[in-house]
């Protein structure tokens, strides 16, 4: 169905235009515009970047070229975070897909739609595949920030084979092929039809929640949700699970309507950082360390993949989260009764994981940081659950992270915990339930520090100075307090496809096992982020309640001594401490 070439649609191709059936096809030309390169994450920028003219449709068409005959009559997902600028792009879209012979697209009303519930979609109703637009995290609005990315046939991000030609056809695009047909209304489910084209708007929790039921037993959860001994707040922070979590958490799982707050996704996000940590999340913060604190609060970002645990007073890191999810995962979660595949975390993260990976006797992966290497694992049955540090958790029922499925999990072993403590009984608090964790398997006491913004060359600087370090240490060499058992900059070779991913991260892993990392981010904006992951381990009972930040005092001054980092990046302290 080339669009001039078809005979079944006798469609024509008449200069500038041709005709499918129902509609006409525009050509439309325009020129290459620079800086569309496109990662898996997608393409991020200012809005004001991707409203200006082309910007938006010379990136989708030159996806479409991408894809090529592979996409044609096939059916796509389309959705966002409810982020300015969304609705207007779902508009342009729809018409580009049409024009390129997109057979249908499914759209989430009010163009909504998280990230994992567009992998659930894709994957529930075997599509090809699904434009999710988001930044993620970062800010929206007219001056804040905008971005798209496209996930393939098995829910997860395009991969790199993908995003390169991407990037390819926006440097040489010269055409932009626009069916003629109106704008959709976008807040009514159901479908409309412009010949041989069809879009359907659908109620974006149906496939979500669907998937959702299939892993978490969802009476049980409403039983122990409405117990008068726990109480819960989840925080949307104005982003899209504001659009889930009152149809999740209050009308399946029989949450107060007031546990849910900032719940109405906004186009600024209220005008903050939808980011689930510490520093973010601060009402929510502020609240679970007053004397209101309910039992159990959680926050999700911008799409809603990441995810924030705490209980009263008591923050989870993610690296623990993981962990404990996968301990408990087999006796609180139905999907996971007859046991885990396997387990993996990124590099950076804690290996509290691999402690529990030990004890189960689970094939255990670790890793560079990016989601998109637990894809193949999951693919081929490896991998059942894995996260992150970057407060990334998830499973195997999509192949994006996933951020309600992270309180649901922790909700899931709330309610096992619980299962046999009377109301008014002795409740077992997240707190309870972490320090179990800990004198079952240790404490990995885990640290991040963040200095953004340094000028690249400097931090590169750095980077070239640890190499050196690292090349010079052998096994046994002294680091402060710390014997050295390897250093290396990190190497993984994907087991599945045997792709081989390098220079993932500086690290020093001591013989106690405590581990010295550093990285640059891979998604900064400006300049370079040095990321420095500071974890030392302890079975000893006596430390367990001792803060991070005391206990890794002699450890972060090794590391600032052995990058020099004050000396190359003229930094005395960092900008951001999770
Ligand atoms: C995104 C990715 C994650 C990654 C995180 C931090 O959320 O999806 O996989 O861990 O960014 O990446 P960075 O390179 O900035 O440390
Ligand atoms: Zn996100």
Redesign the pocket.
């Known amino acids: 169905r080339e669009i001039g070439t078809s005979s079944r649609v006798g469609a024509l191709k008449v200069e500038a235009t041709a005709q499918m059936e129902g509609f006409t096809v525009k050509s439309v030309p325009t020129k290459p515009i620079e800086g569309q390169k496109t990662g898996t ?1 997608g393409l991020r920028k200012k809005t004001k970047v991707f409203t200006s003219e082309h910007y938006l449709a010379n990136w989708i068409q030159s996806l479409f070229n991408a894809l090529g005959d592979e996409a044609k009559g096939k059916t796509i997902g389309l959705g966002g975070d409810g982020r300015y600028f969304n609705k207007e792009a779902v508009q342009i879209i729809l018409k580009l897909a049409a024009g390129n012979g997109i057979k249908k697209v499914v759209v989430g009303q009010n163009a909504i739609m998280a990230t994992p519930a567009m992998s659930a979609l894709i994957r529930r109703r075997s599509m090809y595949g699904g434009l999710i637009m988001s930044a ?1 995290h970062n800010p929206g609005g007219p001056e804040e920030d905008w971005g798209i990315k496209f996930n393939y046939s098995s829910g997860e991000p395009a991969p790199e084979k993908i995003t390169d030609k991407i990037f390819g056809f926006t440097q040489s695009i010269g055409e932009l092929k626009v069916a003629d047909i109106p704008d959709v209304d976008l807040s009514k489910v159901g479908t409309s039809k412009f010949g041989s084209f069809e879009v359907e708007v659908v109620d974006y929790t149906a496939e979500y929640f669907a998937t959702l039921k299939e892993v978490f037993d969802f009476p049980a959860l409403r039983k122990f949700m409405t117990r008068a001994d726990f109480s819960f707040v989840f925080d949307a922070l104005h982003a899209v699970t504001g659009a889930y979590a009152g149809p999740l958490f209050v009308n399946e799982l029989g949450g107060k309507p007031d546990s849910i707050r900032n719940g109405v996704p906004l186009e600024d996000f209220g005008g903050g950082h939808p980011d689930p940590n510490l520093t973010y999340a601060h009402d929510l913060v502020e609240l679970m360390w007053s004397d209101k604190a309910p039992v159990f609060g959680a926050a999700s970002d911008g799409d809603g993949d990441r995810n924030m645990v705490l209980g009263s007073h008591f923050f989870v890191t993610p690296s623990d989260s993981v962990a404990i999810i996968a301990a408990n995962a087999q006796a609180a979660i139905p999907y996971f009764k007859s046991g885990l595949k396997g387990v993996a975390r ?1 590099m950076p993260t804690s290996g509290a994981l691999d402690r529990v990976a030990e004890k189960l006797s689970l094939p255990f992966y670790e890793t560079p ?3 998109k290497f637990f894809g193949n694992l999951m693919d081929a049955d490896r991998c059942s659950i894995c996260g ?1 540090e ?1 407060f ?1 958790t998830g499973a195997d029922h999509v192949r994006e992270k996933d951020g309600l499925w992270a309180v649901l999990a922790w909700l899931a072993i709330l309610a096992h915990k619980n299962k046999d403590v009377p109301e008014g009984g002795k409740f077992v608090s997240v707190k309870d339930i972490v320090m179990e964790h800990w004198k079952q398997f240790g404490r990995n006491f885990y640290s991040r520090y963040d200095y953004e913004g340094v000028e690249s060359d400097k931090a590169d600087a750095m980077i070239q100075h640890l190499e050196t370090v690292i090349a010079a240490a052998k096994k046994g060499d002294k680091f402060g307090d710390y014997v050295l058992e390897t250093a290396d900059n990190f190497t993984y070779t994907d087991p599945i496809d045997g792709s081989v991913a390098k220079n993932q991260g500086i690290r020093f892993v001591f013989q106690d096992g405590s581990r010295i990392i550093f990285r640059l ?4 904006s400006a300049g370079a982020t040095i ?1 420095l992951y500071i974890e030392a381990y302890t079975a000893d009972p006596a430390l367990f309640e001792k803060d991070a930040q005391d206990v890794l005092k002699s450890i972060i001054g090794t590391a600032l001594e052995v990058s020099k980092l004050q000396h190359f990046t003229g930094r005395d302290k960092p900008t951001v401490i999770t």
């Open positions: 994450s993620s990124s940081t990016g989601w992150e970057s990334g981010s891979g998604t900064g990321r």
